[in-house]
């Protein structure tokens, strides 16, 4: 059984507490232990690196620091979450000044961070840890038929780390066809839901939300399939007033990978987290329970 | 007495944490326009505003929208030839305004950021009923009323938290906070 060491997130406590759900449940069922991190703190999204850089760097840096402790790599559900261990993690690595400064504020809790806890998305998990194979052996409800919209946002895949290609990732695809299901060819996958834009520039983001909607729509989209709580939160919470804006008629249900990735297995609907919907998702359920 | 650093300096020192080149590199050749998602909405695309910080327009540029309409998406910073995080730069010159509290008065980002950062130095975790104040009374009456139904209806789904957070070893978090920005008592 792989171990890692899990940090789930603000959003993951409560607004998108389905997404932890599924996210357990699949896990579980896939031979794979999160180990939750212990007393774990908020990674600041994107708003600590508006205030201050450094003290960005020294919360995200008391994550890693525990994570390190406990000898397993961390996987992290958000997207924001992700990519702030990660390049917090590298920074720390490459530049001993920084490092320095961090230790120093971490030291005020016992703690220390050496640069050697390797950080990954929990989709890295599913696609590269786990394998397609692995998962597709688990299917026991193939959602054949389901034409998803596989939506990877932002930080999931930016900035650049290596030599992936930013431009043309298809895991998430790959992933969706592993459980069955029809990924569409979805122009808008990599564009910007808005973020926290939502809050701050509202008209900005109910517009960025409205071309992605109408994108999906455009594709023949039966559902979204999301990999961070805020893309989750902004595409599903906000359609209400989307519509009221713009006179349109969206009714798309917006789902984690990992509940599309639940049914497939059979995993009963309210484990989950299944029910908590602004927009209903019945019409996916019927494609898991077709091979019932 | 030594020569004042230019604006271009000035705001490329707040990117020492950042992988990119310099911005005296941009060649203006307008892809993170391009690219960028929001750039209808700011009063300067992103790639005018590189070219007026390289000119020295500091009054200009720190009146502008453009910074605080960024969602960090990156996609400037993955496609720019001249390899400039844009992005990075982005939240230089929040940070930049932030301090010198040069932003416009009816901007709600950088209240919302200062609110946000103050409530986890709190708490440790984020806490979404306490960030409200800091935006919602900003809004319109349509605006409110739009934000309290969606509020509602997460709170009937059971997806508002009730009680805020708290960490266990909260007193050694505020000392850890407390040895890279001095706040006294974090309250």
Redesign the interface.
Known sequence: MSKYAYFPGCSLEKMALSYHQSTMETTRELGVELQELEDWNCCGATTYFHVDELLAYTLVGRNLAMAEKMGYDLVAPCSACYKNAYFTSAYLKEDQDLADHINYALEADNLQYSGNTAVKHLMEVFADDLGMEEIERKVTHPLTGLRVAPYYGCQIVRPKKDHEDVEGPVFFEELMTAVGAEPVDFAYKLRCCGGSLIITSRDAALSLIRDLLQSAADSDAAVIATACPLCQTNLECYQRLVNQEFGTEFKIPIMYFTQLIGLAMGIPKKKLGIGTEFISVDSVLTYAQKSE | MADKPTFSEEVSNLLH?SHGNPLTTCIQCGTCSGTC??AE?MDHTPRKLIGMINADLKEEVLESNTY??C?????C??RCPSEI?I?GLM?AL??YS?WNHTYSEE????V???T??KS?LRS?????PV?APS?IFSYGVR?FL?EAH?AT??ML?????VLP?R???SE??K???????PMGEAK
Do not use: Q
Request: net charge positive; hydrophobic share 40%.
């Open positions: 944490a998602p929001v909405f605080w309409y969602a960090s998406c990156f996609h910073t993955v995080d992005a939240y929040k940070r932030i901007f709600i980002g950088p919302f950021s200062e946000f950062v986890i440790g975790r984020s806490y979404e960030l935006y605006e739009n969606t209806n997460l789904k059971g997806r508002l938290p957070p960490l266990k070893r050694n978090f000392k850890m906070a407390n040895r890279i920005i």
